[in-house]
């Protein structure tokens, strides 16, 4: 059992940033793949960034250039920089981790708003 937790979500301007962070219980050595997905009300949850154990990096297509994966394995931490935010990016944002092993955990979402 691995817990994941995010947190950094919040209420911020158009144009404005902030950093999500997920906490994982398991050392970051046995996670193959560190992924960021979002939900906004209505919508199917999509991957927002991914990163993998060897430092592949992918993106959609709608936040390339703005969002940043990157983590921390001293900390076990896996964090994304939403920079430039739109009204569009306002959705729970989830942390997935999938370990070497095969195990597959979720965290429970951070809200992101970004509003005028």
């Known amino acids: 059992q691995v817990q994941v937790v995010e947190s950094g979500g919040g209420l911020v301007q158009i144009g404005g940033s902030l950093r999500l962070s997920c906490a994982a219980s398991?050392?970051?050595?046995?996670?193959?793949?560190m992924r960021w997905y979002r939900q906004a009300p209505g919508k199917q949850r999509e991957l927002v960034a991914g990163?993998?154990?060897?430092?592949?990096?992918n993106y959609a297509d709608s936040v390339k250039g703005r969002f940043t994966i990157s983590r921390d394995i001293a900390k076990n931490m896996v964090y994304l920089q939403m920079n430039s935010l739109k009204p569009e990016d306002t959705a729970v944002y989830y942390c997935?981790?999938?370990?070497?092993?095969?195990?597959?955990?979720w965290g429970q979402g951070t809200q992101v708003t970004v509003s005028s």
């Open positions: 398991a050392n970051i050595f046995t996670i193959a793949i």
């Open positions: 997935n981790l999938v370990q070497i092993a095969g195990g597959n955990w």
């Open positions: 990163l993998t154990s060897g430092g592949n990096l």
